[in-house]
């Protein structure tokens, strides 16, 4: 009955134990960990987006009071090189050349980042420009020049194409071409990068501190860049003021920081700046697609070509350039939800000199969805049709799962046609239009632009890694009380939030009795970490599994101790009891104490203790989420200034772990969404200087651009361990198609479709200039 | 993103401000921060000494004369936004005020500090050049005043001297009556163009900012009734101003148009 009276903890909005410590500002990030001692770094950074270097004077630096040293290339020479994957590497720090703006040339070592950034402007570079390669289809034709005189400028090439492409392409009755561009952005963070070392004098470890996703990854990296073996090496994650993708990598600086650590014996930080932050951190979403499509008179897609070209910038990212994530996973579902027959997909993924690429929320997402829905609402306006009709015809049907699409992607099941359904009752579509007809009458102009997204989650290999599975290590302390620990690397989610709701279920203890641990390498078992919506569904899982596994042996304990059968035992609120006998009843803490100290009452086969370990790989290699995404918006065509006024998302993440914190994850989703839509791009002169170096320039959506968002969930489980579905990046993949759409749809009068994002004031009045004056 | 050294001094006094201006050829006042920190940290401003102001009382006045509002420099944004002397005598200051940034901003910044910053897109000057008001600045040598169109020099730059300080503004009573309006991107943005427009007994007249290098007015004889007509004019007068950006003329004939109306309203 106690059972009953507790209600499940999965699926509950429980508020989560993160909130009172970020609040109140307690939480400990990077910036707050002061050792004795410790020195900071500033660095020197290239002013030039190309130049070799003729000489490094660090004489005055050196001199200058408060340094402790000065490291040039010559010191620290470690690559970031992927040797089987790229033919070219980052040196930490530049040698011979530089070949983007920001990039570290010198570090200074000072006992202040004051002092430190005193003597970094007595450093003397000597460069000798050269001409910046800025333009992707330049760079695909090596013009003007090689970024890299030992490599291609085209670093990723590849073509695909379904059988039978070319003559479904021909024989379709219409057909379209469209240019699509998304502009740099990057992630933002709120606490930016950083990384703190120290070397243990006694045991002669190393211990990392680092602003990370994957804490399991930056020990590897850290030990097989620095050949440092890993036992050797700990990292530990502390609080992460946000991630998103962007902090999957290492670093320069990291490297860096580890070496002058070892170097001087000293502990020694790096925390980024905000202008370092736009500069450095791996930028996003720099693609170009050349998409054709073919289709039918009722508006069914036939077919879509599509030329993918992404600026990788300067170096591929370690360990991954994100180019290569956006377009070949892009290539991968450009069919979206809808179920057209014929893909054929061209990528090009070039250096430049730019910022390296790298992931960013939704990594391809975004970018494709742009494209998929761009098309839909292409093809509806060609043909005079309702844009929600034309989709109807193209999605595809509950009775195709597991759907194979034209790039060979297997969905398994979702609930594409009824989330829409359902997001067009919720946003009131059908009285929409009149209203709209109504107002520009008036003179206003609103629009409303559908969005309906995949988003491929839990995948085998993301941006944290190709470890496709997680682990979790469950103790139950001799108290009774739980301690859990997961290789997870949360910045923000609420993992300690939800892992526990899952584990609370299956061990029956109080949600309150367990902590959970993450982002130590000395306690965590080895995992991915968090990135490619995985957390969720992995970890959720590995905490699943190792949640069962102890069940089980909770329940040979109670059934032991209390002389039931196995089958007879029910957990719940920190006891074991008899089914339908509460008085036969056993306090966990009771078995944990036998556990531990009273050995000899431990069942025969069990081992001593409570504590195990559990992996778990998903049997797919991918889960789909998915969802509809409605936007409208208000379009003043005199100013070309853009209000998004309301905001309806209907998601379907398969079974829900914790409703609030999945809205949560949709409000961020939806306000970055925004900002790729209508505020954010990096923009570069044509000198190849990054000229949004700070927030003032690179704008980021506030409350006051956020309207307030209507969500309602449905709940497709997955095959996996808890029908969990992963759902970090679909509100981010669907909203900016979502936003432009409304865009298009405003602008409908004035002929006006969106093809770049952002979409800004000068491009608004362009369209609507453009569409009187035709 | 830290400065580099510098020395801080709290001024008690105008003349003590003054004194420690005077004295060191490269200090610079400290009013609200808003703007010289950013570029402090930036290392774009490197100052030797702060010569920090806040604590001076009679810069922060509020006081209706004969013929004229006094505003003191040290007057912060939000202040303007609010108080019931400003809201009665210069309703369309407090109008613009309300535009600067967010409460954070507006709760430091100040007056003063907004018109030696001489930012291009930023509100209060414009207001200044628009109402007529006049620039009482100290010296050591002793004060002098001058007509707000006479200080603002171009991007960043007036007419003030390295030793001086700015003491008050005093804006004409009664203050002509205009519309304000402008375009930003986000609520709270430096404007990408704006303008105040008067249309009153004494004068028809527009004021930009965000377009040129500076406040621009311009006086017409009457503004035309006709929608057309109005804003061809102003489109011809907005093309009088040199701007960098060609877009920034379409948007700047709708925002004064819309100043034009709020000013009818005003009427
Ligand atoms: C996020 C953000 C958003 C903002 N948005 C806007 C906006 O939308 N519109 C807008 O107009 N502004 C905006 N600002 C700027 C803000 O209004 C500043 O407060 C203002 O520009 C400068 O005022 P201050 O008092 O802070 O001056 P300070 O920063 O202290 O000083 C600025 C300059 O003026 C000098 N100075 C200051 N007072 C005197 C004086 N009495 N005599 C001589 N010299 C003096 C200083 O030496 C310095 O050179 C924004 C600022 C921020 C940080």
């Known amino acids: 009955m106690a059972q009953a009276m507790r209600p499940q903890m999965m699926g509950a909005r429980v508020s989560r134990v993160e909130d009172p410590r970020l ?30 270097i ?34 070219v590497g980052q040196p930490v720090l530049a040698n011979g050349e530089v070949c983007y703006v920001g990039q570290p040339v010198v570090a200074i070592v000072a006992e202040n980042r004051y002092v430190a950034e005193d003597a970094a402007e007595l450093v003397v570079v000597e460069y000798e420009p050269v001409t910046p390669v800025l333009d992707m289809r330049e760079s695909i034709l090596e013009q003007p020049r090689r970024v890299h005189p030992e490599a291609e400028n085209v670093f990723f090439h590849k073509k695909y194409a379904t059988p039978g492409f070319d003559e479904a392409f021909a024989k379709a009755p219409h057909h379209l071409t469209a240019s699509f561009r998304t502009n740099r952005q990057t992630a933002v963070s709120m606490e930016p990068r950083g990384t703190a070392a120290m070397v243990d004098a006694a045991s002669g470890r190393v211990t990392v501190y680092a602003s990370t996703q994957s804490p399991h990854r930056m020990r590897e990296d850290i030990s097989h860049l620095m050949e440092i073996p890993e036992h050797l090496v700990r990292v530990i994650v502390p609080e992460v003021g946000g991630g998103f993708g962007m902090k999957a990598n290492c670093y320069p600086e990291d490297i860096v920081v580890v070496a002058a650590a070892l170097k001087y014996k000293k502990p020694v930080k790096w925390v980024s700046d905000r202008m370092e932050s736009l500069e450095t951190d791996v930028h996003a979403r720099d693609d170009i697609h050349d998409v054709e499509v073919a289709f039918d008179g009722d508006g069914k897609i036939i077919a879509i070509r599509d030329h993918l070209m992404a600026d990788g910038g300067a170096y591929p990212a370690y360990p991954f350039s994100g180019a290569v994530g956006e377009t070949s996973l892009a ?15 061209e990528i090009h993924c070039t250096y430049s000199n730019k910022t390296p690429l790298g992931a960013y929320r939704g990594v391809w997402g975004p970018i494709a969805s742009f494209i998929q829905e761009g098309v839909v609402d292409r093809v509806a306006r060609h043909l005079g049709l309702d844009s929600a009709e034309v989709r109807r015809r193209n999605m595809i049907r509950p009775g195709q799962f597991p759907y194979r699409n034209a790039a060979g992607m297997v969905y398994d099941e979702g609930s594409y046609l009824q989330s829409m359904e359902e997001a067009l009752t919720l946003i009131g579509y059908e009285g929409f239009r009149a209203r709209q ?4 009458e008036e003179g206003r102009y609103l629009g409303i632009g559908i969005s309906v997204f995949v988003e491929p ?27 859990a620990a997961l290789g997870l690397g949360p910045s923000g989610q609420g993992h300690e939030t939800t892992m526990a709701q899952i584990i609370a279920d299956q061990l029956g203890v109080r949600f309150e009795d367990i902590v959970i641990l993450h982002g130590d390498t000395d306690s965590a078992p080895f995992g991915g970490g968090t990135g490619g919506s995985r957390s969720g569904p992995i970890g959720g899982g590995a905490a699943l599994v190792a949640g069962r596994q102890m069940r089980e042996r909770l329940v040979k304990y109670a059934a032991s101790l209390l002389e039931a059968g196995e089958e007879d035992i029910e957990l719940g609120n920190g006891q074991a009891w008899v089914a339908g006998v509460p008085d036969r009843s056993i306090a966990i803490r009771t078995i944990a104490e036998t556990a531990y100290t009273n050995v000899r009452k431990i069942p025969e086969g069990l081992p001593i203790g409570l504590e195990l370990t559990a992996r778990y790989l998903p049997k797919r290699p991918v889960t789909f989420s998915n969802g509809t995404h409605i936007a409208e918006v208000e379009v003043d065509i005199h100013t070309g200034v853009v209000e998004v006024t309301r905001y309806a998302v209907v998601n379907d993440c398969g079974t829900l772990i914790n409703p609030t914190i999945v809205e949560g994850q949709i409000h961020g989703g939806v306000a970055q969404g925004i900002g790729s839509a209508i505020l954010e791009a990096l923009h570069y002169d044509e000198d190849g200087q990054l000229v949004t170096t700070s927030l003032l320039d690179y704008l980021l959506p506030e409350s006051t651009d956020v309207p307030r968002i209507d969500v309602r969930h449905l709940e497709t489980p997955s095959e996996g361990e808890g029908g969990i579905k992963g759902m970090g990046e679909g509100s981010l ?25 952002p979409v800004t004031p000068p491009m608004v009045l362009q369209m609507v200039s453009g569409g009187r004056t035709r | 993103m830290k400065p580099a050294v510098f020395q801080y001094r709290k001024a008690e006094t105008t003349r003590e401000a003054l004194e420690a201006l005077g004295t060191n050829p490269g200090a610079k006042v400290l009013a609200g921060g808003q703007s010289l920190v950013p570029l402090m940290n930036f290392r774009l401003s490197r100052p030797d000494v702060l010569v920090d102001i806040n604590g001076i009382e009679e810069l922060t006045l509020v006081e209706k004369l004969d013929q004229t509002l006094a505003i003191g420099a040290l007057v912060r944004h939000s202040t303007l936004s609010q108080h019931p002397l400003i809201e009665r005598e210069v309703p369309v200051l407090a109008e613009a005020a309300r535009h600067i940034g ?10 003063g500090g907004s018109a030696v910053h001489a930012d291009p897109a930023a509100e209060l000057p414009a207001a200044l050049v628009a109402l007529r008001a006049s620039v009482v600045v100290g010296a050591p040598r002793g004060e002098r005043t001058m007509p707000a169109d006479e200080f603002f020099l171009g991007y960043y730059t007036t007419a003030l001297a390295q030793d001086e300080l700015v003491m008050r503004f005093e804006i004409p009573l009664p203050a002509r009556r205009m519309g304000f309006s402008e375009v930003v991107r986000r609520p709270g943005d430096f404007a990408l163009v704006g303008a105040y427009v008067e249309d009153s007994d004494a004068e028809a007249a527009v004021t930009w900012f965000g377009l040129g290098a500076m406040p621009e007015r311009q006086v017409v004889e009457a503004w035309p009734k006709g929608q057309d007509e109005r804003q061809a004019l102003l489109e011809r007068l907005a093309r009088e101003v040199q701007s960098d950006d060609e877009y920034k003329y379409a948007m700047a004939v709708n925002v004064a148009e819309r100043a034009y109306l709020a000013a009818q309203k005003e009427g």
Not at chain 1, 25 to 52: K, N, T, Y
Not at chain 1, 733 to 757: C, E, H, R, Y
Request: a neutral charge; aromatic letters at 6%.
């Open chain 1, 733 to 757: 993949i669907a909203a900016p198609a979502a936003i432009v759409n409304a865009i298009s749809d405003a602008l409908t009068p004035f002929d006006g479709m969106v093809d770049t994002l």
């Open chain 1, 23 to 52: 609040l109140s500002g307690q939480a400990r990030f990077l910036d707050d960990i002061q050792v004795p001692g410790m020195l900071e770094v500033a660095f020197v950074r290239s002013p030039h987006a190309a130049a070799r």
């Open chain 1, 437 to 440: 007809a109504k107002l520009r």
């Open chain 1, 457 to 483: 989650t839990a995948m085998a290999s993301s941006e944290a890694g190709s470890v496709g599975y997680e682990s979790c290590t469950i103790r139950i302390e001799p108290s009774g009380k739980v301690t």
């Open chain 1, 54 to 87: 003729r000489g490094i004077h660090t004489e005055k630096a050196v001199q200058y009071p408060g340094v402790h040293a000065v490291l040039t290339h010559q010191e620290c020479s470690v690559l970031l090189w992927e040797r089987d994957t790229y033919k």
């Open chain 1, 331 to 345: 290539s991968r579902v450009l069919t979206g939800p809808y179920d057209i027959p014929h893909l054929a997909t």
């Open chain 2, 102 to 111: 967010h409460w954070a901003i507006r709760n430091r910044g100040t007056i």
